[in-house]
């Protein structure tokens, strides 16, 4: 945790105060939670993430096969739910068979389906990625008129 908050912060709001400013989310978390757990009106405080970056993991590469895998899998779950729906009107083994029925059909037009979108893009973006936003650093925010008992508990904490 630093001790010196930012003197001119666009999102502080008229009427409250920086309390700290913390490296990790996790750690103004924990200071809610200290607040909270000692009875403090928590609808009085902010978190607020500055220095915002965009963060793209690369979660491996994605070849047609892959492609038509996963279109096989999306397609033989829609394939198996359109079954079951249509599967409520009907007995026996009539329903068995509309089960495997939209099962396997939902399969190959999925695999087709992603095979095909995937040959169209033409190698453009073939990777897969899991995308966020992350913080540099967390200020928490106190309304002015609580600011002095959230200090008081937090340098309990701290």
Known sequence: MSDNPPISD???????????????????????????DNQFPVEDLRIVGSDLHLVEDITGRVTKGRAAAAGAAGGALFGLLLGLLVGLFTFGPVWLGLLLGGLIIGAIAGAVSGFLGHWATGGQRDFA?????????????SADRSAPQARRLLAELH
């Open 129 to 141: 990625s899991v995308t966020g936003v992350t913080a540099r650093r967390f200020d928490l925010l």
């Open 10 to 36: 666009p999102e502080v709001r008229p009427g409250e105060q920086v309390l700290a400013t913390y490296e990790r989310y996790t750690e103004a978390q924990r200071a809610v939670d200290y607040l909270s």
